[in-house]
C-alpha cells in the first residue's frame, strides 16, 4: 500500500483531502491541464481527473485532447512536477466557447 494511504488511513477522517485543483499552462502556451477532484470518489482516497487540453498563446483551452483519472498521489506527484518544470497555474479561466 502506498505510503500515503497507509497513512491516510490511519488518521481520523472529517474532510476531503486537499486536492490539485485547477489550470495549469504549459510553458511553450501549446496545452493546458485542467484539474478536478472527482466528486463521486471517497474522501479517504480521493481521485482526480485531468484534462489536456490544446490552448491559445494566452493559455486559453480550445479543443480536449485527452481525459485521464489518476489517484491521490499521483495527481499531487503530477501537479508538482508540472509545476517545477515552468508550467504556469492560471487562476482564472473561462472559455465559454468551450465550456
Known sequence: MPRIIERIMNQPIREALPTPTGWLVAPTRDFCLFFIRDPKSVMVAPTVFTQLWYCTEEGIPTKLKNTRRLDYE?????????????????????????A
Open 74 to 98: 499521483s495527481a499531487h506527484e503530477t501537479w508538482n512536477e508540472l509545476l517545477s518544470n515552468d508550467w504556469e497555474l492560471v487562476e482564472h479561466q473561462i472559455n465559454d466557447a468551450v
